[in-house]
């Protein structure tokens, strides 16, 4: 298990007042504009809020997480979506599975950040976005230390082949949008 995976109580992921600050609606609408999209894979899922508010917009969804205690949760709370166990960055799908590929506040937790771009560039036929923490100090979210700048994203995206990369500025996140080659 590694230091930066998510070790607090699941349904603190699910409060009114977290649910209201991810703007729900607004990353689903920024991550799918612009390309017809029916298959969507929500990594690192958690408790599946983004898994279900894609599964909401008609989108078939698939979600995977590392830590499998958070399985049966997802499951319960949105049965119509498929979840299992696995790694970002060794996603367990074939080649171009999905038209979207999408990570909810969990690429900063990721042991291997361009194993995680280079596998969702694999299982993804046209788009990635990455919803992130601001690298700033902030009182809520991980450490400065684990956050993933800018730079860092438009390196790694680079490195992996994605052609093209938009920032949304949300609130209290960023939105990255990655298009495939």
Known sequence: MHERRFQGDINRLRYPE??????????VNIATEGTLFHSILDVGTGSGVFAEAFYQYGYEIVGVDANPEFIPLAKKIAPQVQFIEGLAEALPF??????????????????????????????????????????RI?????????????????????????????????????LYRLEKK
């Open 138 to 174: 902030q009182e809520s979210g991980p450490p400065i230390a684990h956050r993933v700048d800018r730079d860092e994203i438009n390196r790694l995206a680079d490195q992996t082949g994605f052609s093209r990369i938009e920032v949304f500025e949300l609130a209290h996140f960023l």
């Open 94 to 135: 074939p080649d171009e599975s999905f038209d979207l590929v999408f990570m909810g506040l969990v690429f900063h937790e990721t042991d291997n950040r361009l194993k995680a771009l280079q596998e969702a560039y694999r299982v993804t036929r046209f788009r990635l976005a990455i919803l992130e923490w601001p690298y």
């Open 18 to 27: 977290r649910l209201e600050r991810l703007e729900l609606n607004r990353v």
